[in-house]
């Protein structure tokens, strides 16, 4: 496959280079990148697919009782028998590999614009990708002995780490108050295909990415070397069995089970009974269901009879009594996962927002933020114990509003994430869904009180828009739009800074940018938008060791009533004068803009 695609890309993004009067330079360097995402994902696909493939057709031997005796009656030891078969199939991978980094090199070098360094990474990483890919196929290919079982277990222990942390999380965040968001798996590392298409941005032609792709080499030699000592041990009459030994059949069928309760029984939960309105109790009863199907099936599969109940129904026992227990401690918090906030002096960072997001991934960076009046980053003691009190409120009312009815029209669900960098490294996230009714606002100690009196301080709301000592430079151009298309302006860089200097004085004195939680008539149907491009490391809350960046941001604001500065400077600007003013108030007071009063009450204000 690629022996043919490969140098067709290549050859296809020279001429293209050539067509738009590239220069060599920039060429060779779109070249990188090409065999960069070549190498990385497909690379990782390519291995994972044809190292199966390769260890069915080597080690196929190994599941036929008559083969495998025959084979194994020769006058050889068992280690020659393995490393030829091993060696083999990673030459029917690698040996394809050098075929196509020839042919790459001819078609560049037909053109003259060889840069042998990056075909050399190309090769050597998909070289290492089939070392892991293949030693981990040989290892599952000696611990069974069914054909169809081989890329069955294959297939499934590739995922099975992240696989399982996600349906952890999952379940557990049905039943516990916060942790009903899935951030970035902390195992996904341990799934190098997941890992490789997910992650192939950080993986090229860095330390880091090189470091992880020589160490998965590492751990299929490491493979290789467990699968050469398994098959010394190995019984030949075990050939057609689903495991091949005795030691490794309980973990098989004890997993099977779980994973069965997990998945199975989630999906039937949520279609039974719903994934919001629920009890652990009836998750419960589905994963026993689910959980003795697996169980029952797996030592089936083992026997290789169907008459396995009366023996293996004392394991099938202690396995849900495990289930029982597990879903009392999650019932009970024992781990106190509902229950705990961080303590001030363990803080580095935090972040308050509308959506969720993995804010403090290890290999992210700032510029994910959106920003625009939607995340809240406090500076200094004073605003971050005002996030824990926020969070502690919430935490205390977790039993009430864990199940809240939101049925009422006259309440709002607010959803916030509050996640937390420690200073040993941790990362806290949370995600909850509070109430919010005009009784609620009106109790200062309420989640939906301390949010709104967090976001609407004037001493932060500048922050939540704008980054502190922005320039004329930093703008590009922007847009006042309202009154149902009879206002409409773009904005030149100079006009945005001026208007900008306008908003910034109204924000500081909190008559513009509030957020509202229930449609208020203090507002004209007049929408403003400033672009603004650079690199703000305080406002973003950035790292000491982040690589800078430059970045295009957006400020979307509603223009209030008594947003003097704003005002005037839009009068001074052409966009707005005293009868377009007067035709507002009277259009409001005639039909208020439902459209408008939705978008001033929304949570989420980012376009």
Known sequence: IWFVSQPLLIRSHILNGLSLGETPEEIRRGLALVLAE?????????????????AMAVFSYLTSLRSSAALHALPLRREEHFLSNYVSGLLLLVIPNVAVFLSTVIVETAFGLLDITPPLKWLGAVTLQNIFFFSFASLCAVVTGHLLALPVFYGVLNALVPGLEFLVRSTVGM???GMNEIPNLALEPLSPVFYYLTRSHYFWDTPEGWRYTVLCALVGLAFAAAALALYRARRVETAGDIVSFRAFKPIFKYGVAFCAALFFGMLVFIVAFGENTGTIWQFLFCALVMGAIGYFAAEMLLKKSFRVFSAAWKGWLCFSAVLVALAVCVRADLFGFERYVPELQDVDRAVVSLYFRSYFDKDSDTRILGMNGDIYIPRGEEELEAVLDLHESIVDRRREYFRYSYAGADVTPLSLSIQYQLKNGRVVARSYTVPVTDA????????A???EALMNDPKVLPQLYFPENLTEENFGNGRVDGNRGAISATLSQAQSYVLYQALLKDLEAGRIGRRNFTPSAEIYPVWIELRFTGYFPEWVGAREDEEPYQRTYYAHLTLTRDARNTIEALKD????????LLELEREEEASPDPEMLEYA???????
Do not use: C, N, W
């Open 38 to 54: 070549t190498g990385i994902q497909e690379g990782a696909l390519m291995s994972f697919g044809f190292g199966i493939l390769a």
């Open 175 to 177: 039943f516990i108050y």
């Open 440 to 447: 609620i606002l009106a109790d200062p100690d309420t989640p």
């Open 449 to 451: 009180a301390r949010y």
């Open 573 to 580: 600007l052409g966009v707005l004068d005293d009868q377009a």
């Open 601 to 607: 009450a929304s949570a989420d204000l980012e376009k």
